[in-house]
């Protein structure tokens, strides 16, 4: 079984910044692509950002030059630096996954609620 267990949320200012970061732990033999995705009350989950492997990283374009996904492959871990927050970037973030043992499996992390206000 896989965990994902994401940290780092809470309560800031519009123009504060924050850093999510998302472990993974369990049965793991490697992980390829890690993301995080966005939901806020009443809308459906979207996509922030995604980052490969490789190094490849995708973002939406509502976060472009704000946001940073970064991955530390020998802690399993993803993060995400999230600066200039704006009001509309109040969501439950979730980090994904997709762990490798014998078929790729995604999995998600329960949510960390992420809300700019003043």
């Known amino acids: 079984q896989v965990q994902l267990v994401e940290s780092g949320g809470g309560l800031v200012q519009p123009g504060g910044s924050l850093r999510l970061s998302c472990a993974a732990s369990?049965?793991?033999?490697?992980?390829?692509?890690m993301g995080w995705y966005r939901q806020a009350p009443g809308k459906q989950r979207d996509l922030v950002a995604t980052l490969t492997r490789g190094g490849s990283a995708n973002y939406a374009d509502s976060v472009k030059g704000r946001f940073t996904i970064s991955r530390d492959d020998a802690k399993n871990t993803v993060y995400l630096q999230m600066n200039s927050l704006k009001p509309e970037d109040t969501a439950v973030y979730y980090c994904?996954?997709?762990?490798?043992?014998?078929?790729?499996?995604?999995?998600w992390g329960q949510g960390t609620q992420v809300t700019v206000s003043s």
């Open positions: 994904n996954a997709n762990v490798r043992l014998y078929v790729p499996t995604d999995y």
């Open positions: 369990g049965r793991i033999f490697s992980i390829g692509t």
